[in-house]
T-cell receptor, first 111, second 114 residues
Framework: SQQGEEDPQALSIQEGENATMNCSYKTSINNLQWYRQNSGRGLVHLILIRSNEREKHSGRLRVTLDTSKKSSSLLITASRAADTASYFCATHLNRDDKIIFGKGTRLHILP | DAGVIQSPRHEVTEMGQEVTLRCKPISGHDYLFWYRQTMMRGLELLIYFNNNVPIDDSGMPEDRFSAKMPNASFSTLKIQPSEPRDSAVYFC????????????FGQGTRLTVV
């Protein structure tokens, strides 16, 4: 069963705008990770946030984690055409070593 | 390291045939995961191994599916007999033993069962 659920399922924005994607999960976690998948390719890790962290930055990416609400958000600032991809949150569960993925958000950056 | 290597990249087979997907994880990684991706169900964890031992195979859909990891550098996912509903992209991923580390994915095998 899915642990993470991304929202929205699809998002189209103009190049240069910021894109925000959200993820909710159900059980306690060790960490939460965000991945990107370009069409026809494998998943690429973007950023990992530990359960005791609240915010993390990496380049144009900003991730927040609210363990009380069991939710996370991924913000991509100053979007570019190359950011067009699907984005997945993945939770590394406390109770075992599984890494469970949500269904993803399809992001389309319009020129 | 070349990353996680999967073969074949594409596989087309007839219903009822046996299919074997292969994966070579990154050297030194202790965890290996098999996922299946479809439009309807997203990325599903099928099974994962720790130090070559299967830990959780609760995601394996049916007895037609089996996975092995005979050594630290090789794993297979076998479907016998294959059915059209098995058509999907199958990903292998590996991860180091340390907590709070990422999973590294292969490029996937696109399986089509006709």
């Amino acid at each position: 069963s899915q642990q993470g659920e991304e929202d929205p399922q699809a998002l189209s924005i103009q190049e240069g705008e910021n894109a925000t994607m959200n993820c909710s999960y159900k059980t306690s976690i060790n960490n939460l990770q965000w991945y990107r998948q370009n069409s026809g390719r494998g998943l690429v890790h973007l950023i990992l946030i530990r359960s005791n962290e609240r915010e993390k930055h990496s380049g144009r990416l900003r991730v927040t984690l609210d363990t009380s609400k069991k939710s996370s958000s991924l913000l991509i600032t100053a979007s570019r055409a190359a950011d067009t991809a699907s984005y997945f949150c993945a939770t590394h569960l406390n109770r075992d070593d599984k890494i469970i993925f949500g269904k993803g958000t399809r992001l389309h950056i319009l020129p | 390291d070349a990353g996680v290597i999967q073969s074949p990249r594409h596989e087309v087979t007839e219903m009822g045939q046996e299919v074997t997907l292969r994966c070579k994880p990154i050297s030194g990684h202790d965890y290996l995961f098999w996922y299946r991706q479809t439009m309807m169900r997203g990325l599903e964890l099928l099974i994962y191994f720790n130090n070559n031992v299967p830990i959780d195979d609760s995601g394996m859909p049916e007895d037609r599916f089996s996975a092995k990891m005979p050594n630290a550098s090789f794993s297979t996912l076998k479907i016998q007999p294959s059915e059209p509903r098995d058509s999907a992209v199958y990903f292998c991923a590996s991860s180091p033993w340390e907590l709070n580390t990422e999973a590294f994915f292969g490029q996937g095998t696109r399986l089509t069962v006709v």
